[in-house]
């Protein structure tokens, strides 16, 4: 995969109508690996992919994609909202969602090729959704509805991908099939930030985590971050899921977590 998605932000600062939805953030999501966002709800997760990607304004702040302004790499940086942010009665065809992942690679009078065309079928194998194509989304499954915004994110062949929330309310089988297609596509360069919220999957899927609360409070490997006294600082209490996911063992060890 051709030119890094690696991420960097510095000194990232986010005000709406004066009240900080982020302070001074710095953090690296290295390319080739899944980047972890946890906080409690308000922590600025949301705000921080939507400062990534241009949406909102910070105050301060660089962010690089490749060690370039992030605005060079637009073309290149996918995403995947928050689904309650989607409009699901707008009628659009599953294929059409698809398709719009190859629309920053055609230009203005390109119209669309046999690769695109490609890109779109394969994109919509990978996510199991090939049968559903000429579906309007509105039909589909929470599940199938995630899977058809990864599906476009394949499709655009993005090097930086961000995800909010990708497993909220979603089936057993959408998260698996999710949390291996990031897994490989970190394994062939990418470098994948989810805002995950369901911790169950935080050891299996993320290489290093950053924990959130309008402020960095802690950042990387999982075991590192998983502590009593940052989750107290950041949750005010350490949550009973988190309490759990701190006993199981971690991945520390392991050759994936411990590169990157
Ligand atoms: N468009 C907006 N206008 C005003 N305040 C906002 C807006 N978006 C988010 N906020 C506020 O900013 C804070 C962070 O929100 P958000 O980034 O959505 O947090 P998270 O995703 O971690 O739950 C919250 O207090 C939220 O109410
Ligand atoms: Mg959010």
Redesign the pocket.
């Known amino acids: 995969m051709s030119p890094s998605g690696d991420l960097a932000v510095r000194g990232l600062t986010v005000t709406y109508r004066r009240r900080p939805a982020l302070r001074a953030v710095t953090f690296h999501a290295p390319a080739g690996s899944v980047t972890g966002v946890i906080g409690p709800n308000g922590a600025g ?2 705000t921080l992919l939507k400062a990534v990607l241009g949406l909102v304004r910070p105050d301060t702040g660089v962010v690089t994609v490749g060690g370039r302004p992030a605005a060079a790499a637009r073309r290149r940086t996918a995403y995947v909202p ?1 689904r309650s942010m989607i409009d699901w009665d707008y009628p659009a065809v599953v294929h059409e969602v698809v398709a719009m992942g190859r629309y920053p690679h055609l230009g203005l009078l390109r119209p669309r090729s046999g690769e695109d065309r490609r890109k779109i079928d394969e994109a919509l194998d990978r996510v199991g959704l090939t049968e559903y194509a000429s579906r309007q989304i509105g039909e589909l499954s929470g599940g199938q509805q995630q899977r058809v915004f990864l599906a476009r994110a394949l499709a655009q062949e993005a090097s930086l991908l961000l995800l ?2 990708p497993f909220a309310g979603v089936d057993a089988l959408t998260i698996a099939l999710l949390g291996t297609l990031l897994r490989d596509l970190a394994a062939d360069g990418a470098c994948v930030v989810v ?1 995950n919220h369901d911790l169950s999957t935080i050891d299996t899927l993320c290489d290093r985590l950053l924990l959130l609360a309008q402020r960095v409070v802690a950042a990387g490997p999982a075991a590192a971050v998983l502590t009593p006294a940052a989750l107290g600082a950041a949750y005010g209490a350490v949550p009973a899921q988190l309490a759990a996911a701190m006993r199981q063992p971690s991945n520390g060890a392991s050759p994936r977590a411990a590169s990157g």
């Open positions: 997760k949301s928050q909010d929330e805002v």
